[in-house]
């Protein structure tokens, strides 16, 4: 029998896979990311699986995280590092035909999976509010065009931005493969300061603190699956853990493709198959229709744990600021405010 899965459906960058893997933050950031929550989430689990199946609709996302379980990170930074540009040049010349304005019309896809993913990184990084980008085929046969460009949001901090935005930085191609090399490697402290001291942080280079960071950064076991789940489903074994974060109701991207039924329907095999499962939301997916509930299924609601760069949908008009997970087991911590229901 093999070692219990956890498996990720419409898993996108997984802010809280990628800090069980790796205690590392995704190197870039898309709308909607649960990098604030994932501590509460993981505080809710308690243990989890050490092989992840991760399954997304974007082939984007199904690349990241087969170089991730390909263990190629490397060689995406070093392509990173050859690119000859910096800030809105560099995003430009990735994403439109002659670097220009779009006129000329969007640039195609490199064909290589290293240049590939190394393009997106940078262009994913830049796109307006974090919006996903990725690529799908166009007219002319084995050619593909980026899809969900946006335009640069990345401005230098000495030009400040009109209106309530805040001021961002610039793209630096060495910024970006930085934390792509750093996603898989051992980081140490450069520097503690006085509010780090006051929060506990050692002064010095702690040995132990290295080895038991160095225990993590082996390749993490896994697959990355390029997957339509209106049409498909994972095989879910007993032990299993399965998360799911589908794009919210109400948002763009939530409609005829993944439908909350199906979102539903997903969630109750695997609870059939003896897995644990985790639904994310903006609220309890508790109603089955016909005023039926999900009996021994409860929710939480999540707190935010880090404020910083969330400025995402949510805050913009979306659904409000709550998050929160439906679940099929008793938590293991408790962060957020309980609501199990009574069986």
Same mark, same amino acid.
């Given at each position: 029998?093999?070692?219990?899965?956890?498996?990720?459906?419409?898993?996108?960058?997984?802010?809280?896979?990628?800090?069980?893997?790796?205690?590392?933050?995704?190197?870039?950031?898309?709308?909607?990311?649960?990098?604030? $929550?994932?501590?509460?989430?993981?505080?809710?689990?308690?243990?989890?699986?050490?092989?992840?199946?991760?399954?997304?609709?974007?082939?984007?996302?199904?690349?990241?995280?087969?170089?991730?379980?390909?263990?190629?990170?490397?060689?995406?930074? /070093?392509?990173?590092?050859?690119?000859?540009?910096?800030?809105?040049?560099l995003w430009r010349s990735i994403v439109y035909v002659n670097g220009q304005d779009g006129k000329d019309g969007l640039a195609r896809v490199p064909d290589d999976p290293v240049d590939r993913l190394a393009a997106w990184l940078i262009a994913q990084k830049g796109n307006f509010s974090a919006k996903p980008l990725t690529w799908r085929p166009v007219e002319l046969a084995?050619?593909?065009?980026?899809?969900?460009?946006?335009?640069?949001?990345? $401005?230098?901090?000495? @030009?400040?931005?009109?209106?309530?935005?805040?001021?961002?930085?610039?793209?630096?191609?060495? @910024?970006?493969?930085?934390?792509?090399?750093?996603?898989?490697?051992?980081?140490?402290?450069?520097?503690?300061?006085? @509010?780090?001291?006051?929060?506990?942080?050692?002064?010095?280079?702690?040995?132990?603190?290295?080895?038991?960071?160095?225990?993590?950064?082996? @390749?993490?076991?896994?697959?990355?699956?390029?997957?339509?789940?209106?049409?498909?489903?994972?095989?879910?074994?007993?032990?299993?853990?399965?998360?799911?974060?589908?794009?919210?109701?109400?948002?763009?991207? $939530?409609?005829?493709?993944?439908?909350?039924?199906?979102?539903? /329907?997903?969630?109750?095999?695997?609870?059939?198959?003896?897995?644990?499962?985790?639904?994310?939301?903006?609220?309890?997916?508790?109603?089955?229709?016909?005023?039926?509930?999900?009996?021994?299924?409860?929710?939480?609601?999540?707190?935010?744990?880090?404020?910083?760069?969330?400025?995402?949908?949510?805050?913009?008009?979306?659904?409000?600021?709550?998050?929160?997970?439906?679940?099929?087991?008793?938590?293991?911590?408790?962060?957020?405010?309980?609501?199990?229901?009574?069986?």
């Amino acid at each position: 029998m093999r070692p219990p899965v956890w498996h990720s459906l419409c898993c996108g960058l997984d802010a809280v896979a990628s800090w069980a893997m790796m205690r590392r933050r995704p190197p870039v950031s898309r709308m909607g990311g649960k990098r604030a $929550y994932s501590a509460d989430v993981l505080r809710i689990l308690g243990d989890w699986p050490k092989t992840w199946a991760m399954v997304d609709a974007d082939p984007a996302i199904a690349l990241w995280w087969s170089a991730v379980f390909g263990g190629w990170l490397g060689k995406v930074a /070093e392509r990173i590092r050859a690119y000859p540009l910096d800030g809105e040049a560099l995003w430009r010349s990735i994403v439109y035909v002659n670097g220009q304005d779009g006129k000329d019309g969007l640039a195609r896809v490199p064909d290589d999976p290293v240049d590939r993913l190394a393009a997106w990184l940078i262009a994913q990084k830049g796109n307006f509010s974090a919006k996903p980008l990725t690529w799908r085929p166009v007219e002319l046969a084995g050619e593909q065009a980026w899809q969900g460009v946006a335009g640069f949001t990345e $401005y230098d901090a000495s @030009k400040p931005r009109a209106g309530n935005w805040a001021t961002f930085r610039a793209i630096e191609a060495e @910024k970006i493969a930085r934390k792509v090399d750093t996603w898989q490697g051992v980081a140490g402290y450069g520097h503690v300061s006085a @509010k780090g001291r006051e929060w506990g942080f050692p002064d010095r280079v702690n040995r132990e603190a290295i080895a038991d960071g160095a225990a993590r950064t082996a @390749k993490p076991s896994g697959w990355a699956l390029h997957a339509d789940l209106d049409a498909w489903a994972p095989d879910v074994q007993p032990g299993d853990l399965v998360t799911i974060d589908p794009p919210y109701l109400g948002t763009t991207g $939530y409609g005829a493709a993944l439908t909350r039924d199906r979102v539903v /329907e997903l969630a109750l095999m695997a609870d059939a198959a003896g897995a644990r499962v985790l639904v994310h939301e903006a609220e309890p997916i508790l109603d089955l229709g016909d005023g039926r509930t999900w009996w021994r299924w409860g929710a939480v609601d999540l707190r935010m744990g880090e404020r910083r760069e969330q400025n995402t949908w949510r805050q913009r008009g979306g659904n409000g600021t709550r998050e929160v997970v439906t679940i099929n087991f008793e938590p293991a911590g408790r962060l957020g405010e309980q609501m199990m229901l009574p069986t």
